[in-house]
């Protein structure tokens, strides 16, 4: 459990550290048609 937590906590970091201006388009669209989804 403790691992699945590290890793977990590991892998929100790289995210984090990822959202640059490359990322952050390609997130909003993804959340953009998500949203869109949910709403029909």
Known sequence: ????????SFYKATT???NTSIYNPIRKNVAAVY??????
């Open 35 to 40: 949203n869109k989804q949910n709403f029909i």
């Open 16 to 18: 984090i550290s990822r």
């Open 1 to 8: 459990m403790r691992k699945l937590l590290c890793c977990f």
